[in-house]
């Protein structure tokens, strides 16, 4: 089983979120557990149908599994095109003072994202 721990774990957030709903004070919040509870519950559903329960094939040990490093290696690629754009972006600001969009997107909001991007 491949989504056994999602599979409990959506169970039982879904039977809180029912426990909630039914013991909220306020109608706002029981409505919204409500919503929380059908979703988790569809979840559950879903996954319960695209399990399966056959035994799992057997793992070579001998293959080398470079899926998280193919995966790390785009993230990092992403967000390094946003971090130069973002750079490039706030130089050409800075060197172009009509180029700062006001008031989301000037300089003073621009530089601060450089070292986060």
């Not at 557990?33 to 399966?52: K, T």
């Not at 094939?57 to 971090?83: K, N």
């Not at 003072?97 to 997107?105: A, G, K, R």
Request: proline share 6%; charged share 10%; with cysteine.
């Amino acid at each position: 089983m491949r989504h056994a721990s999602s599979i409990i774990s959506l169970g039982l957030f879904s039977f809180l979120a029912i426990l909630a709903a039914a013991f909220a004070h306020d109608q706002a919040f029981a409505n919204h557990m409500w919503v929380l509870a059908i979703v988790l519950v569809i979840s559950v559903m879903v996954l319960l149908r695209r399990e399966n329960f056959q035994a799992a094939a057997p793992v070579d040990p001998s293959a080398y599994m470079d899926g998280p490093v193919r995966y790390g290696t785009i993230a990092t690629m992403f967000w390094a095109i946003i971090g130069l754009l973002v750079g490039l972006v706030a130089a050409l600001q800075l060197s172009y003072p009509s180029l700062n969009i006001e008031p989301w997107f000037n300089f003073g909001r621009m530089r601060p994202c450089i070292p986060r991007a």
